[in-house]
């Protein structure tokens, strides 16, 4: 045996790899199966009634419908939707508190729905008025709220882990009882930033949980293009990090899978990482045409077949806590309490102009100053191609 740094190595005298590929792979953790009916020995956390987990999943389909159609009608530059990922958000949401911090991907509006965001300030983002926290300066549903806890959506692909690194050592450091939490895509997992970050989290032992969203797409790169490793869940394991394999698309086991992994990263000082297998049923986003790269028939089997919504909705039904009734009369007036959010937010005046060279600099340096001078001068010599609705 070698005592090696890190822990002892036991020797042999054969020419053993490590073999690439395992020839089980990880099961993965569920609840319900496709009919919304509880599997016989299954285990999970035990709630009250789930009455807000699938009217907050209804009313984030609602929001996607009206949103969607919105972009397409050139009110809205862009936008992206949760369909078939309603379980992640919500459950997830549900299993945390408001003093977890949460670094966000693009699709996850779910966690700022339940922590309180009204429909008008999702309007709002989206519209870039000036009620808008960002002021105009982000893309839609790039959302963010100081208030949430709930770090403004960035682009730019898996930035936001090891953000979410950095402050879970803070929270562990002023010990918080807290976490951090943070999520992304499995196209995510092919960023530099990704493995930077678990290998930090694991070193440091940050208590951060990693939520993967594994819908077997990277916009329209297969995961097949992506990696050839049993997907993501086996990452964690190669950095050291205690990792699971839940099935996104049952609200039970997400929620379960979330509220064990942020008890153990609190207690025991540790990240976790949670592969959610799921799938994107609409498109990447309003840029995005999926029927290009994969079969309509594939997507509308997932809508139906193992739809989260149906799912959940059917096992909540089964307990008394929900009905068609409650639903209808949910739908409809969430329906007009969002359009009229969005008709508000549409009429809003913009922010004014001077917010575009504001909130980096206490004193703006010359270059910005004078980047300000000549955009103003722009304005002045192309005054009918401004919009009206910008103050200077």
């Known amino acids: 045996v070698l005592d090696f740094p890190g822990g002892k190595v036991a020797f042999t005298h054969e020419i053993q790899f490590i073999s690439e590929s395992s020839q089980e792979r990880v099961p993965c953790y569920s609840v319900l199966d496709d009919n919304g009916q509880q599997i016989t020995n299954s285990h999970f956390v035990q709630r009250g009634s789930s009455g807000e987990d699938v009217s907050d ?55 700022l729905l339940w922590r309180g965001f009204t429909l008008q300030e999702f309007a709002n983002q989206c519209f ?16 963010g709220s100081n208030k949430l806890n709930y770090f403004t959506v960035s682009a730019t692909i898996a930035t936001q882990l090891p953000n979410a690194v950095g402050a879970a050592y803070s929270l562990k450091i002023d010990r918080k009882n807290a976490c951090a939490v943070t999520f992304f895509g499995n196209g995510g997992s092919s960023e ?6 678990l290998n930090l989290a694991a070193v440091m032992e940050a208590p951060v949980l990693f939520i993967c969203w594994n819908n077997g797409w990277a916009i329209s790169t297969p995961t097949s293009y992506q990696f050839r490793s049993d ?16 099935d996104g698309n049952d609200a039970l086991a997400m929620y379960s899978a979330v509220h064990a992994a942020r008890e153990m990263a609190i207690t025991e000082h540790r990240p976790l990482l949670i592969e959610a297998l799921t799938y994107r049923v609409g498109h990447h986003s309003t840029s995005d ?51 009229e959010a969005l008709r508000v937010a549409e009429k ?28 103003r001068q722009t304005i002045k010599s192309h005054t009918q191609d401004y919009p009206s609705n910008v103050p200077l």
Not at 192 to 197: I, L, Q
């Open 57 to 111: 999943m209804v009313t984030l389909q609602i929001m996607d419908n009206i949103y969607y159609e919105a972009q397409r009608q050139g009110r809205l530059s862009f936008y992206a939707t949760t369909i078939g990922e309603e379980a992640i958000n919500i459950a997830s949401a549900a299993a945390l508190i408001s003093g977890d911090v949460i670094f966000p991907q693009y699709r996850e509006p779910g966690l």
């Open 348 to 375: 809003s005046e913009k922010p004014n102009l001077k917010n575009m060279f504001s909130d980096v600099y206490d004193v703006p340096p010359p270059n910005l100053k004078e980047h300000e001078f000549v955009v």
């Open 192 to 197: 530099g930033d990704f493995h930077g970050a």
């Open 128 to 143: 870039g008025n000036k009620s808008d926290y960002g002021k105009g300066r982000q893309m839609p549903v790039h959302y």
């Open 289 to 339: 045409d999926s029927t290009r790269y994969r079969s309509a028939y594939e997507i509308e089997w997932w809508n139906k077949a193992r739809n989260p919504l149906s799912r959940f909705r059917t096992w909540i039904e089964s307990n008394g806590w929900w009905s068609d009734e409650a639903e209808s009369d949910l739908r409809s007036r969430i329906k007009k309490e969002m359009l």
């Open 231 to 246: 997907g993501v869940v086996v990452k964690g394991r190669a950095y050291g990090i205690r990792s699971i394999r839940v």
